[in-house]
Protein backbone atom coordinates (compact mmCIF):
# COMPACT_ATOMS: atom_id res chain seq x y z
CA UNK A 1 0.00 0.00 0.00
CA UNK A 2 1.40 3.20 -0.67
CA UNK A 3 2.99 5.58 2.05
CA UNK A 4 0.39 8.16 3.21
CA UNK A 5 2.28 11.40 2.11
CA UNK A 6 5.05 11.95 -0.28
CA UNK A 7 5.27 12.23 -4.02
CA UNK A 8 4.30 9.38 -6.53
CA UNK A 9 4.54 11.47 -9.68
CA UNK A 10 6.55 15.03 -10.69
CA UNK A 11 6.21 16.31 -14.28
CA UNK A 12 8.46 19.24 -14.89
CA UNK A 13 8.44 21.20 -18.18
CA UNK A 14 7.05 17.91 -20.21
CA UNK A 15 7.08 18.28 -24.06
CA UNK A 16 5.41 15.59 -26.11
CA UNK A 17 5.36 15.20 -29.84
CA UNK A 18 4.46 12.17 -32.28
CA UNK A 19 7.37 11.74 -34.32
CA UNK A 20 7.98 14.81 -36.64
CA UNK A 21 4.01 16.02 -35.67
CA UNK A 22 3.65 19.36 -33.54
CA UNK A 23 3.75 19.38 -29.77
CA UNK A 24 0.38 17.91 -28.26
CA UNK A 25 1.91 18.26 -24.44
CA UNK A 26 3.85 21.54 -23.90
CA UNK A 27 5.46 22.71 -20.93
CA UNK A 28 3.65 20.68 -18.62
CA UNK A 29 4.65 20.63 -15.17
CA UNK A 30 2.52 19.35 -12.03
CA UNK A 31 2.97 17.00 -8.79
CA UNK A 32 0.52 13.82 -7.59
CA UNK A 33 0.90 13.09 -3.72
CA UNK A 34 0.31 9.82 -2.13
CA UNK A 35 -3.21 9.23 -1.69
CA UNK A 36 -4.58 12.32 -3.79
CA UNK A 37 -7.89 12.45 -6.30
CA UNK A 38 -7.47 13.98 -9.45
CA UNK A 39 -9.43 14.93 -12.69
CA UNK A 40 -7.70 15.28 -16.46
CA UNK A 41 -10.05 17.24 -18.49
CA UNK A 42 -10.57 19.13 -21.64
CA UNK A 43 -11.83 19.28 -25.15
CA UNK A 44 -11.70 15.63 -27.49
CA UNK A 45 -8.10 15.87 -28.96
CA UNK A 46 -6.17 18.23 -26.04
CA UNK A 47 -3.87 15.55 -25.18
CA UNK A 48 -5.65 13.85 -21.96
CA UNK A 49 -4.89 10.13 -22.98
CA UNK A 50 -0.96 11.21 -24.12
CA UNK A 51 -0.79 12.47 -20.42
CA UNK A 52 -1.93 8.86 -19.19
CA UNK A 53 0.26 6.99 -21.55
CA UNK A 54 3.21 9.03 -20.35
CA UNK A 55 2.28 8.15 -16.65
CA UNK A 56 2.09 4.59 -17.67
CA UNK A 57 5.44 4.94 -19.23
CA UNK A 58 4.03 3.72 -22.29
CA UNK A 59 5.82 6.98 -23.85
CA UNK A 60 8.49 9.22 -23.04
CA UNK A 61 8.62 12.64 -22.89
CA UNK A 62 10.28 14.91 -25.68
CA UNK A 63 11.42 17.14 -23.03
CA UNK A 64 10.62 17.82 -19.80
CA UNK A 65 11.13 15.93 -16.91
CA UNK A 66 8.81 12.72 -15.94
CA UNK A 67 9.32 11.37 -12.61
CA UNK A 68 7.35 8.26 -11.61
CA UNK A 69 8.22 6.43 -7.70
CA UNK A 70 11.75 8.53 -7.68
CA UNK A 71 12.52 7.48 -11.47
CA UNK A 72 13.59 9.46 -14.66
CA UNK A 73 10.97 8.20 -17.16
CA UNK A 74 14.02 8.94 -19.71
CA UNK A 75 16.69 7.04 -18.16
CA UNK A 76 14.53 3.56 -16.79
CA UNK A 77 15.50 0.28 -17.87
CA UNK A 78 13.18 -1.70 -19.98
CA UNK A 79 13.55 -4.26 -17.15
CA UNK A 80 12.49 -1.97 -14.53
CA UNK A 81 9.13 -0.71 -16.29
CA UNK A 82 7.15 -4.23 -15.69
CA UNK A 83 7.94 -3.91 -12.05
CA UNK A 84 6.74 -0.08 -11.70
CA UNK A 85 4.13 -1.07 -13.69
CA UNK A 86 2.61 -3.35 -11.32
CA UNK A 87 1.82 -0.51 -9.34
CA UNK A 88 0.11 1.23 -11.66
CA UNK A 89 -3.69 0.30 -12.61
CA UNK A 90 -4.95 0.99 -15.42
CA UNK A 91 -8.70 1.34 -17.26
CA UNK A 92 -7.76 1.99 -21.23
CA UNK A 93 -10.61 3.96 -23.21
CA UNK A 94 -11.56 0.65 -25.20
CA UNK A 95 -11.33 -1.71 -22.25
CA UNK A 96 -8.78 -3.97 -23.77
CA UNK A 97 -10.69 -7.56 -22.63
CA UNK A 98 -9.15 -10.68 -23.79
CA UNK A 99 -12.05 -12.39 -25.74
CA UNK A 100 -10.68 -15.68 -25.36
CA UNK A 101 -11.22 -15.76 -21.50
CA UNK A 102 -14.27 -15.53 -19.00
CA UNK A 103 -14.97 -12.18 -16.90
CA UNK A 104 -13.14 -13.73 -14.24
CA UNK A 105 -10.21 -15.41 -15.97
CA UNK A 106 -9.62 -11.39 -17.40
CA UNK A 107 -9.80 -9.63 -13.92
CA UNK A 108 -7.42 -12.81 -12.63
CA UNK A 109 -4.94 -12.12 -14.77
CA UNK A 110 -2.56 -9.77 -13.63
CA UNK A 111 -1.91 -12.14 -10.96
CA UNK A 112 -1.62 -15.34 -12.92
CA UNK A 113 1.16 -13.24 -14.79
CA UNK A 114 2.34 -12.72 -11.17
CA UNK A 115 2.86 -16.29 -10.90
CA UNK A 116 0.37 -16.31 -8.01
CA UNK A 117 -1.65 -19.45 -6.92
CA UNK A 118 -5.29 -19.63 -7.92
CA UNK A 119 -6.13 -20.89 -4.59
CA UNK A 120 -4.62 -17.75 -3.03
CA UNK A 121 -6.42 -15.14 -5.49
CA UNK A 122 -9.74 -17.36 -5.89
CA UNK A 123 -11.42 -14.75 -3.55
CA UNK A 124 -10.48 -11.79 -4.27
CA UNK A 125 -11.27 -11.54 -7.47
CA UNK A 126 -14.85 -13.45 -6.64
CA UNK A 127 -15.00 -10.26 -4.00
CA UNK A 128 -13.97 -7.22 -6.65
CA UNK A 129 -16.35 -8.63 -8.91
CA UNK A 130 -19.30 -8.62 -6.80
CA UNK A 131 -17.96 -5.39 -5.54
CA UNK A 132 -18.13 -4.11 -8.73
CA UNK A 133 -22.04 -6.13 -9.38
CA UNK A 134 -20.48 -8.38 -11.93
CA UNK A 135 -20.84 -11.38 -9.46
CA UNK A 136 -23.60 -13.28 -11.87
CA UNK A 137 -21.14 -12.44 -14.70
CA UNK A 138 -17.85 -14.12 -13.91
CA UNK A 139 -18.69 -16.70 -16.23
CA UNK A 140 -19.38 -15.11 -19.62
CA UNK A 141 -16.86 -13.66 -21.93
CA UNK A 142 -16.39 -10.46 -23.10
CA UNK A 143 -18.42 -10.88 -26.30
CA UNK A 144 -21.20 -11.20 -24.60
CA UNK A 145 -20.78 -7.70 -21.62
CA UNK A 146 -22.72 -5.05 -22.54
CA UNK A 147 -20.35 -2.00 -22.70
CA UNK A 148 -21.40 -0.72 -19.07
CA UNK A 149 -20.24 -4.45 -17.81
CA UNK A 150 -16.96 -4.22 -20.17
CA UNK A 151 -15.93 -1.34 -18.03
CA UNK A 152 -16.57 -2.80 -14.72
CA UNK A 153 -14.59 -5.32 -16.20
CA UNK A 154 -11.61 -3.46 -16.95
CA UNK A 155 -11.84 -1.33 -13.65
CA UNK A 156 -11.70 -4.71 -11.77
CA UNK A 157 -8.89 -5.83 -13.51
CA UNK A 158 -6.84 -2.70 -12.87
CA UNK A 159 -7.48 -3.10 -9.08
CA UNK A 160 -6.92 -6.55 -8.80
CA UNK A 161 -3.10 -6.22 -7.80
CA UNK A 162 -4.06 -2.95 -5.67
CA UNK A 163 -2.68 -0.70 -7.28
CA UNK A 164 -0.91 2.88 -5.54
CA UNK A 165 -2.10 4.46 -8.83
CA UNK A 166 -4.99 4.28 -10.85
CA UNK A 167 -5.24 5.49 -14.23
CA UNK A 168 -8.42 5.55 -15.81
CA UNK A 169 -9.38 6.95 -19.51
CA UNK A 170 -12.99 8.00 -19.46
CA UNK A 171 -14.14 5.44 -17.38
CA UNK A 172 -17.48 6.65 -17.37
CA UNK A 173 -17.92 6.53 -20.55
CA UNK A 174 -20.13 3.92 -21.16
CA UNK A 175 -22.53 3.88 -18.55
CA UNK A 176 -25.65 5.32 -17.62
CA UNK A 177 -25.98 8.18 -14.85
CA UNK A 178 -26.54 5.66 -11.88
CA UNK A 179 -23.41 3.70 -12.83
CA UNK A 180 -21.41 6.33 -13.15
CA UNK A 181 -21.94 7.72 -9.44
CA UNK A 182 -21.32 4.18 -8.38
CA UNK A 183 -18.31 3.73 -10.36
CA UNK A 184 -17.17 7.15 -8.66
CA UNK A 185 -18.02 5.76 -5.73
CA UNK A 186 -16.02 2.96 -6.01
CA UNK A 187 -12.69 5.44 -7.16
CA UNK A 188 -13.34 7.37 -3.73
CA UNK A 189 -13.35 4.39 -1.66
CA UNK A 190 -10.11 2.96 -3.77
CA UNK A 191 -8.93 6.49 -2.75
CA UNK A 192 -9.90 6.23 0.85
CA UNK A 193 -8.06 3.40 0.93
CA UNK A 194 -4.59 4.65 -0.19
CA UNK A 195 -4.45 4.77 -4.08
CA UNK A 196 -3.98 8.09 -5.80
CA UNK A 197 -6.60 8.03 -8.28
CA UNK A 198 -6.44 9.82 -11.80
CA UNK A 199 -9.41 10.01 -13.91
CA UNK A 200 -9.64 11.60 -17.45
CA UNK A 201 -12.76 12.42 -17.94
CA UNK A 202 -15.45 14.98 -20.09
CA UNK A 203 -18.28 14.06 -17.61
CA UNK A 204 -18.62 17.39 -15.71
CA UNK A 205 -21.21 15.64 -13.66
CA UNK A 206 -19.14 13.68 -12.22
CA UNK A 207 -16.55 16.07 -11.52
CA UNK A 208 -19.35 18.16 -9.62
CA UNK A 209 -20.40 14.83 -7.87
CA UNK A 210 -17.11 14.10 -5.74
CA UNK A 211 -15.23 17.55 -5.78
CA UNK A 212 -11.38 17.07 -6.60
CA UNK A 213 -8.31 18.55 -8.20
CA UNK A 214 -8.43 19.01 -11.83
CA UNK A 215 -5.70 19.17 -14.07
CA UNK A 216 -7.60 21.40 -17.63
CA UNK A 217 -5.86 20.73 -20.25
CA UNK A 218 -5.90 22.55 -23.55
CA UNK A 219 -3.86 22.69 -26.78
CA UNK A 220 -1.61 20.71 -25.04
CA UNK A 221 -1.27 23.48 -21.67
CA UNK A 222 -1.87 22.26 -18.51
CA UNK A 223 -3.73 25.01 -16.13
CA UNK A 224 -4.27 23.05 -12.18
CA UNK A 225 -7.07 23.69 -10.01
CA UNK A 226 -6.96 22.86 -6.95
N1 LIG B 1 -0.21 7.84 -31.96
C1 LIG B 1 -0.37 9.11 -32.33
N2 LIG B 1 0.30 9.61 -33.41
C2 LIG B 1 0.16 10.90 -33.78
N3 LIG B 1 -0.64 11.79 -33.17
C3 LIG B 1 -1.34 11.35 -32.10
C4 LIG B 1 -1.25 10.00 -31.63
N4 LIG B 1 -2.06 9.87 -30.55
C5 LIG B 1 -2.63 11.07 -30.35
N5 LIG B 1 -2.20 11.97 -31.28
C6 LIG B 1 -2.59 13.39 -31.36
O1 LIG B 1 -2.28 13.99 -30.12
C7 LIG B 1 -3.28 14.95 -29.77
C8 LIG B 1 -3.82 14.60 -28.38
O2 LIG B 1 -4.51 13.35 -28.47
P1 LIG B 1 -5.08 12.60 -27.16
O3 LIG B 1 -5.66 11.30 -27.63
O4 LIG B 1 -4.04 12.59 -26.14
O5 LIG B 1 -6.25 13.62 -26.76
P2 LIG B 1 -7.49 13.40 -25.77
O6 LIG B 1 -7.60 14.65 -24.99
O7 LIG B 1 -7.33 12.12 -25.03
O8 LIG B 1 -8.71 13.28 -26.78
P3 LIG B 1 -10.13 12.50 -26.60
O9 LIG B 1 -10.86 13.22 -25.50
O10 LIG B 1 -10.78 12.70 -27.94
O11 LIG B 1 -9.83 11.07 -26.29
C9 LIG B 1 -4.33 14.91 -30.86
O12 LIG B 1 -4.06 15.97 -31.75
C10 LIG B 1 -4.09 13.57 -31.53
O13 LIG B 1 -4.44 13.63 -32.89
Redesign the pocket.
Known sequence: MAPETGTAIRFENVGLR??L?PE?LRDVSFEIENGSFQYVT?P???????LLRLLFLSLRPTRGIVRIFDHDAATIGRDVVPALRRRIGIVF?DFRLLDHLTTYENVALPLRVLGVDEENYRRDVTELLDWVGLGDRKWVHPQVLSGGEKQRAAIARALITRPEILLADEPTGNVDPPLAKRLLRLFVELNRLGTSVII?T?DLSLMEQHDARRFV?NAGHIDVYD
Request: overall charge positive.
Open positions: YGGVGSGAGKTSQAHL
